[in-house]
């Protein structure tokens, strides 16, 4: 008979309600939730998943074997000062933007395992893009159970704490630079005279589709080039986008990104 494994998620935002919508599939795995905001998502929750809900889970934190801090990163700190003379041993993972390893060994007894999982807003449909880092006390079983609770939302990658940082503008931030890419797009077949409904199915789809092409192996560039003839219309799109620097563009967007999350 497999061991059940307890894990109190602290936090019960759209993040933990798309993790535990796959955990769920899962028999092992036993899931509690709370939360000290919205109350309503707490018992939204326990109506769809069948979830315990806590309220005092500090009095309970040493019968959970992961504890998942699904919470903003300024929140952080006070939870980890509560939870610091309590833990003993238990799994400590956080999926709170710029909350690696390292501040979280810091902050918790010598020893405790912990991990960092990024994942993105696709992760609500079962197809986010998760990176995940380990803490330097994690075991092979450890890294077994997280990826156990991220495999229900997509693929993920393990990476270096260092590269969660220089990939999350990549892997989390620029699904909105597509949005926004996608917009205009919507925007420019607006005009044709077709309906909005019909212009973002049109987009959404080139989009999809252009996805599944790169998953194929090919580069980018390769598959460009499969498109755009020299002289042709594409070509001709192409060349207004180089002339006005879309890499340059691109890597100013990304490098925002990290300017920004470490002055936070």
Same mark, same amino acid.
């Given at each position: ?6 894990v ?11 993790i535990?919508?796959?955990?769920v ?25 069948d ?6 889970w500090?009095?309970e934190?040493?019968?959970?074997n992961?504890?998942?801090l699904a ?26 933007a +710029?909350?690696? %390893?390292?501040? @979280?060994e810091? /902050?918790l007894?010598?020893g405790?395992? =912990?991990? &960092?999982?990024?994942? #993105?807003?696709?992760?609500?449909l079962g ?13 092979s ?12 939302i ?5 990476v ?32 044709s ?23 194929? +192996?090919?580069? %980018?560039?390769? @598959?460009?080039? /499969? ?5 042709? =219309?594409? &070509?001709?799109?192409? #060349? ?19 300017k ?5």
């Amino acid at each position: 008979m497999e061991q059940t494994i307890k894990v109190l998620f602290i936090g019960a935002g759209r993040m933990s309600q798309a993790i535990i919508a796959g955990l769920v599939k899962d028999s092992r795995f036993e899931i509690s939730v709370t939360n000290n905001g919205n109350q309503k998502r707490l018992i939204n929750l326990q109506d769809t998943y069948d979830v315990a809900v806590k309220t005092e889970w500090e009095k309970e934190l040493t019968t959970f074997n992961i504890i998942v801090l699904a919470m903003p990163p300024e929140a952080h700190d006070e939870v980890l000062r509560l939870i610091n003379p309590i833990i003993d041993g238990q799994l400590v993972i956080t999926v709170a933007a +710029g909350i690696g %390893p390292t501040q @979280l060994e810091q /902050q918790l007894p010598k020893g405790t395992p =912990v991990a &960092w999982i990024m994942p #993105n807003t696709a992760a609500e449909l079962g197809q986010s893009t998760t990176l995940y880092t380990l803490g330097q006390y994690v075991q092979s079983f450890h890294q077994n159970v997280v990826e156990d609770l991220i495999k229900g939302i997509g693929v993920f990658e393990k990476v270096s704490e260092q590269q969660i940082h220089e990939l999350t503008p990549i892997t989390g931030s620029a699904p909105a630079f597509i949005y926004e890419i996608a917009e205009s797009l919507v925007n420019s077949a607006l005009e044709s005279g077709i309906t909005e409904d019909k212009a973002r199915k049109l987009v959404a789809e080139m989009i999809g589709g252009a996805a599944s092409m790169l998953k194929t +192996g090919q580069s %980018p560039k390769e @598959l460009k080039d /499969q498109v755009a003839t020299p002289g042709g =219309v594409t &070509w001709a799109g192409l #060349n207004v986008l180089k002339e006005n620097n879309l890499d340059g563009l691109m890597r100013d967007a990304i490098d925002a990104c990290h300017k920004k999350a470490k002055r936070e």
